[in-house]
């Protein structure tokens, strides 16, 4: 039986035992393997675990649904970054979204992704979305290039969600750029009054926070109001910058979960409270706002 190990920090890796390739190349951004693992049919870009059977709604769900409860009023208009699986597009428009803007450099790996996952988009609803057949059109540009355009044409977005491969800041990944304070200042230019923008932030394990400290300090100095939620049932964290001025009451807005038109079934309010706190480790290398 194959298998292969996939670094989780320095010196320190978890090994996949690998049941069956569904797909191993390289498109013209990164090295893709999708196989089937104890986790069921699992996404790897450069190594590194995406998404799977087994975890993937418990990751999404961590991802959209705090940044849902963040928004003072149902998003209508939303802009996703990355996320090749398709799921976010999906939970955004499950909650009355009308118009969600899929934006992915890589078109190979999305297709392969609606070709292969038993999740997220299938091949039939990735062609109606690329030929903008419903609330959902997936353009596969670059998202730096991308959010320069709309704001030139002065877009607007309730809600903006970068989902990314972790920031990789001693290798020279494109997707850095992404994680930059110049790109979350566009990003906050794009939002409407009441808009929020969604990051995945890294780990929040006490071996791997670095990434995860970085981006919330470098969205601290974008947003005067900002919140996180971290998923220990997975193993990755997620930030909030909201456009929104003055302090922001985080327990209050997930509160407001019985009244989502999208419900989980992954998380509850005790999992949103208890994840609402950013680590001891990371709080303790910014400033008291956090």
Known sequence: MESFDEPL??????????????????????????AVTEHGVTLFCDGERQSSELSQLTYHEALMVPALLMCSRPPEQVLIVGSSEGVASRIAVESGALLVDHVDIDAQ????????????YTSAELVAACTGQGPVTVHYQDGHAWVERALREDRRYDLIVIDLPDEQPDAPAQHNRLYDTPYLQMCRDLLTSTGVLAIQAG????????????????????????????CYEHEWAFAFGLAETGPLDVIARFNRLPDLPYQPSTLDLASLVSGAVLPYHVRSRLSPAW
């Open 109 to 120: 790996c999305v297709q392969l992704c609606a070709e292969h996952l038993p999740y997220g």
């Open 9 to 34: 920090g320095q010196g320190l890796w978890r090994r996949w035992q690998v049941h069956d390739v569904l797909f191993r190349g390289a498109t013209s951004y990164q090295d893709v393997l999708i």
């Open 203 to 230: 780990c929040p394990t006490l071996w791997r926070n670095d990434t995860l400290a970085a981006s919330v300090n470098r969205l601290q100095q974008v947003f005067s109001s900002t919140g996180f939620y971290a």
